[in-house]
T-cell receptor, first 114, second 117 residues
């Protein structure tokens, strides 16, 4: 069975400092992994995806994530936080194929201080 | 349209009433998904459509919940005899579905916020 654990429910950083949002997954198969972002009162937006190609995945807005099979991790990073990055971030796993419903982590709320 | 459209954006109803939530997927997307986002529960999968059929209804929380999709496009999620615990944001997503996983990226609407008083 698939599952996703986001290790921090809330992360607070200062503007201009690095961001690290942690995610561990469990999957019986080769998973596809995603990070989605949700700004207040907005829909979920795909940041990046891993689908068994390069293990370091670059996404939008300067975010990237590294798939580490040995650690079953898919942590999200950004070198320098911006105020507009304040949002909730969801790590997601899918076993894909023709069905492919997504399993969401509980989310990490990112706050960015000026 | 350019993205997934959901209506209404907000719905307030009284306990015991029925509600209908609508989702317009991205044109050409054959797969459609409903999720529920509740405080403290995170995002949970409700139901998935491939075309007009629903091969996976495993996430529907009770028989008060039902969904249909017509013409391979618009979907309606119906909640009968609403309860206060049904209060949540209901999200719809659509995707191109194929054997290649990269086609299975789901694009989400902004959701319908349901409040049951």
């Amino acid at each position: 069975a698939q599952s996703v654990t986001q290790l921090d429910s809330h992360v607070s950083v200062s503007e201009g400092t690095p961001v690290l949002l942690r995610c561990n997954y469990s999957s019986s198969y080769s998973p596809s992994l995603f990070w989605y972002v949700q700004h207040p009162n907005k829909g979920l937006q795909l940041l990046l995806k891993y689908t068994s190609a390069a293990t370091l995945v670059k996404g939008i807005n300067g975010f990237e994530a590294e798939f580490k099979k040995s650690e079953t991790s898919f942590h999200l990073t950004k070198p320098s936080a911006h105020m507009s990055d304040a949002a909730e971030y969801f790590c997601v796993v899918s076993e894909g194929g023709s069905q492919g419903n997504l399993i969401f982590g509980k989310g990490t709320k990112l706050s960015v201080k000026p | 349209g350019a993205g997934v459209s959901q209506s209404p954006s907000n719905k307030v109803t009284e306990k015991g009433k029925d509600v209908e939530l609508r989702c317009d997927p991205i044109s050409g997307h054959t797969a459609l998904y409903w999720y529920r986002q509740s405080l403290g529960q995170g995002l949970e999968f409700l139901i998935y459509f491939q075309g007009n059929s629903a091969p996976d209804k495993s996430g529907l929380p009770s028989d008060r919940f039902s969904a249909e999709r017509t013409g391979g496009s618009v979907s309606t999620l119906t909640i009968q005899r609403t309860q206060q615990e049904d209060s949540a944001v209901y999200l719809c997503a659509s995707s191109l579905v194929g054997q290649v996983v990269t086609k299975n990226i789901q694009y989400f609407g902004a959701g319908t916020r349901l409040s049951v008083l």
